[in-house]
């Protein structure tokens, strides 16, 4: 399956699902001054991904890495449909969980998605994402799995279930981002998440507006443009405004000091759209093309010892959702 997503009904056969990771590049009003909280901006990535099996057995069984989360979806979706959803799954890659990447919601629908093909079910991905409970603030990591793409969400009203998408745009082709993850430190999650979420001071009005403003009037015109200096100015602004509101939270604008140290570098060689995604530690840049990501990549890791400490991925736009699609057929 690609495109937007659409329930699939493979019942009977093997099924494989490849979700996308994400970055999260910022929220626009966190506190809702405007009536609806949070909105939000991100974009799908092509190398980052969770893969999964899953094949019919006479209950549930869960392997491979961050098996947990995954029998904790699957247990979720069965308790809201009331129903047992016996199956083998196998994960066979796993993004890193608790680092702004989306493991967690990517995860959850993967498994639901992959249970629906499986036993024949109806199930939109609203409800999949309901019943496992994601989106709580964020439509991002929804929308990457639905479709990819470059996807700005309208955040939560006071009847939400999950953040509309309002905008999905396709970035272009050569636009790389440099992702920087620091295997060493995790960013909020669980209890402390909802804790530090609670305990931030209200996000300025004047500031939301000007976000919105920027990111509708210049950022996302300068995407369709292919203006990347344009763009990745208003994802700084963005960044730079959200990240000094989580600063008490997390110690500062960054969650690690070795990514903030190296963004801080590549900014210097020219690279744009500096930021974290969510919480972190993960942290992000953007350069015109592929031969700049690779050269920028080599020069950080030259200079700073910092840079070595951290795993550096070079990463693509995703231009589609997750990957649905049947293995060998029983027999």
């Not at 069984?61 to 098996?67: L, R, Y």
């Not at 929308?143 to 969400?153: C, N, T, V, W, Y």
């Not at 953040?163 to 272009?172: C, F, G």
């Amino acid at each position: 399956m690609t495109g937007p997503f659409k329930p699939a009904r493979l019942q009977g056969a093997a099924i494989e699902v490849e979700a996308p990771g994400r970055l999260h590049m910022g929220f626009l009003d966190i506190s809702g001054s405007s009536g609806r909280r949070f909105g939000s901006l991100g974009v799908g990535l092509k190398e980052i991904v969770t893969r999964i099996r899953l094949r019919p057995a006479d209950r549930l069984e869960v392997s491979g890495p961050d098996a947990g989360r995954a029998q904790q979806a699957a247990n979720a979706l069965s308790m809201s449909l009331g129903r047992e959803l016996p199956a083998s799954i196998e994960i066979v890659d796993a993004i890193p969980h608790h680092a702004g990447l989306g493991s967690g919601t990517q995860m959850a629908l993967a498994v639901g998605a992959g249970l629906a093909a499986l036993h024949g079910l109806d199930l939109s991905l609203e409800a999949i994402a309901t019943a496992t409970h994601r989106g709580a603030r964020s439509g991002i990591g929804i929308g990457a799995f639905s479709e990819g793409g470059l996807i700005l969400d309208g955040g939560r009203g006071p009847k939400t279930l999950v953040p509309p998408v309002i905008a999905r745009l396709e970035m272009p082709p050569a636009w790389r981002f440099l992702i920087l993850l620091d295997r060493h430190h995790q960013g909020l999650h669980g209890s402390p998440e909802v804790t530090a979420f609670s305990a931030l001071p209200r996000f300025p009005e004047d500031a939301a507006a000007r976000l919105c403003h920027r990111l509708l009037m210049q950022g996302l015109p300068a995407v369709l443009e292919q203006q990347l200096q344009e763009f990745g100015d208003v994802v700084s602004e963005l960044q730079r405004a959200v990240g000094d509101h989580f600063a008490p939270s997390q110690g500062g604008r960054f969650a690690s000091q070795d990514v903030a140290d190296t963004l801080s570098f590549l900014e210097t060689q020219g690279a744009v759209g500096v930021g974290q995604s969510s919480w972190g530690p993960t942290g992000f840049c953007m350069v015109a093309d592929e031969q700049s990501a690779l050269a920028l990549k080599a020069a950080c890791e030259k200079a700073l010892p910092q840079a070595r400490k951290l795993t550096i991925h070079i990463g693509t736009p995703r231009r589609q959702g997750a990957i649905i699609k049947t293995q060998d057929p029983l027999v």
